[in-house]
């Protein structure tokens, strides 16, 4: 999946090596798109800026940022274009508007380069009519709401026709939703660039690095940042919507929207690289949630803290290569995942645990680990639908009770902490019996592995965290033995596992989940096995887009990326595996 993410933690959009805006919402994440060429070719609309004839280009990111650079090299000339969404600190806020600027350069030569816009709205039902300004387009919907506006020094006529022209001077294109550039064009779009440029290279240097994988961290780390919405703190769990797990498969899914337990990965991986901002407002949005809704949190959200998140499928989209159906919504909103309570519990135990969050201004978080604590003991024998959310089979999840002990551990550490005895006896109580229900329900002693569900024969890959989450300790001798089984039972081809092997409500996936194989890795490393781990870990590695990012899927028979992009989850696993793997600073 050839394609480069920019954004600014207000929106993101996937630019392809042709220069193209393949994908852009506005003016959330979760909003419709006004480019959404990668779902549908014709009605998706466009904003290209091209050669006129044919030419190679390269793409590469400035150097430890999110700002894009494309390359055109012509028989005529050469030239660049440079694709970023601003984003800075300004008067003590972050600085993040929806606009889009693009700036084309001349390098060598005399390239003829080829611009077109043509934005649309509402899934590609509506199409705008465009008036011109002086030095500008203002794109008219029949919405009022609608406000969208191209402000360039390009020429007008050329742009508007699709007609080639000479690439003599430096041009400047801006897109915005909502409020237009009226500041000096040139000026203001190079100061927006450097301070951009300089706001993404300050964060990377206050990321806490392994030696080793560093550029593979650090182009994970920017990615994960892009997936926070800054408004509320919830974190997306992809950009895109209904790019299937592979063709024919059907499986196609919205994840622009905030997954509880995607997020805690997410979170986990932030506090790997020193990132604390993100955690806390990612907490404000949580404790908005449980104000809200107490006694029960949902799998997902909006991004808004939305509770109806209905799914529809859009007919008249033709769906990533033409593999629908497309979908918008997604039906998990509605599922019991009960993973959540425990995951939510380490992700605010940092609150707590960690004296650099003494004095943090968050109302009552004693409030809010009393409310998840009784969660889980409310849904301790409760069957889920899991976390991989099977639509039409309930079952005791051993990674369920995993996130129940997980989560209850360290509960009962907090209050102890704390001094609230009566919580502290809850919490112990509860891991006490999620530990004994997985060692007496979960374990297959023929397969000598811990299975999906109590009572289950069927592998799991999400159960590679056991030694993670500190559940079974390295030198176990079940520790290894799981993992064999675990390797045995889900192997794929090339070394890779399946998540799991058994019939789903859509059949029998043939996808490889990226971060399963993450996961594997980092435990295989934890348990003295490193040069497999590190052998395994750089075949993923050749798996990344040529901008090292990751989609959700692999697809073994062609080697590509599928799912949708970029992932969350498997940027996650790879910080997490780099880490398990790195030699230590000393």
Not at 15 to 34: E, G, H, Q, Y
Not at 251 to 280: G, I, K, N, V
Not at 355 to 377: C, K, T, W, Y
Request: with cysteine; aromatic share 10%; hydrophobic share 40%.
């Amino acid at each position: 999946m050839k394609l480069a993410i920019i954004g600014n933690c207000q929106y993101s959009a996937l630019i392809d090596p042709k220069a193209r805006v393949r994908w852009l919402c506005w003016p959330r994440f979760d909003s419709s798109f006004v480019l959404g060429g990668l779902l549908d070719e014709e009605k998706g609309g466009h904003f290209e800026v091209g050669a006129a004839d044919r030419a190679r280009t390269t793409q590469s990111y400035l150097e430890n940022t999110n700002v894009l650079r494309t390359t055109f090299r012509t028989s005529r000339g050469s030239f660049e274009v440079i694709d970023f969404a601003p984003r800075f600190q300004e008067h003590e806020r972050y600085y993040r508007p929806t606009m889009l600027v693009r700036i084309v350069r001349r390098l060598a030569g005399r390239p003829l380069v080829r611009v077109r816009c043509e934005p649309v709205h509402d899934y590609g039902q509506a199409q705008p009519h465009a008036s011109w300004g002086s030095n500008h387009i203002q794109f008219h919907f029949t919405d009022p709401r609608i406000s969208l506006r191209l402000t360039t020094n390009a020429p007008l006529t050329y742009l508007t026709r699709g007609t080639p022209f000479l690439l003599t001077g430096p041009l400047y294109l801006v897109l915005t939703w909502g409020e237009p550039l009226e500041a000096p064009l040139a000026t203001t779009c190079e100061t927006l660039l450097q301070r951009t440029v300089s706001y993404w290279r300050k964060w990377v240097r206050n990321c806490a690095l392994p030696p080793d994988y560093q550029r593979e961290v650090i182009r994970s780390a920017l990615t994960l940042k892009l997936h926070q919405f800054d408004d509320t703190g919830a974190i997306i769990a992809a950009t895109t919507t209904s790019l299937p797990e592979g063709p024919g498969t059907g499986r196609t899914w919205d994840y622009r929207y905030c997954w509880l337990r995607d997020a805690y990965f997410t979170l986990s991986a932030f506090r790997r690289l020193s990132h604390f901002d993100e955690m806390e407002r990612f907490i404000g949005y949580l404790h908005n949630l449980a104000r809200l809704h107490p006694g029960r949190l949902q799998p997902v959200y909006g991004i808004g803290g939305e509770t109806d998140l209905q799914e529809r499928t859009l007919g008249h989209l033709a769906g990533y290569r033409n593999q629908g159906p497309v979908r918008i919504g997604n039906a998990a909103h509605a599922h019991q995942q009960n993973d959540v309570y425990g995951e939510m519990i380490l992700a605010i135990a940092p609150l707590f645990l960690d004296h650099r969050f003494e004095g943090s201004p968050m109302q009552n978080p004693d409030r809010l680990l009393r409310q998840l604590v009784a969660a889980i003991e409310a849904r301790m024998t409760q069957p889920d639908a899991g976390i991989w959310e099977f639509r039409n089979k309930r079952q005791h999840h051993t990674f369920t009770l995993l996130m129940h002990w997980a989560g209850a551990r360290q509960a009962g550490r907090i209050a102890r902490l704390r001094r609230q005895t009566g919580l502290a006896r809850r919490a112990e109580r509860i891991a006490l019996w999620a530990r004994s229900t997985i060692l007496r329900g979960s374990w297959r002693r023929g397969a000598r592995f811990f299975a999906q569900a109590v009572g289950s024969r069927e592998p799991d890959a999400s159960l590679a965290l056991m030694s993670s989450l500190g559940f079974l300790a390295p030198d176990d001798p079940r520790t290894r033995s799981h993992l064999e089984g675990l390797a045995r039972s889900l192997r794929a081809g090339h070394g890779l596992l399946h998540r799991y092997v058994h019939a789903d409500d859509f059949g029998k996936s043939r996808a490889i989940f990226t971060v399963c194989n993450f996961w594997y890795v980092e435990t295989l490393a934890q348990v003295g096995e490193k040069g497999r781990a590190r052998e395994l870990f750089e075949r993923l590695l050749g798996y990344a887009n040529p901008l090292g990012l990751f989609s959700e899927d692999l697809w073994l028979p062609t080697g590509e990326q599928w799912g949708n992009f970029p992932q969350t989850y498997s940027h996650v696993g790879l910080i997490h595996a780099a880490n398990a793997l790195s030699r230590p600073w000393e």
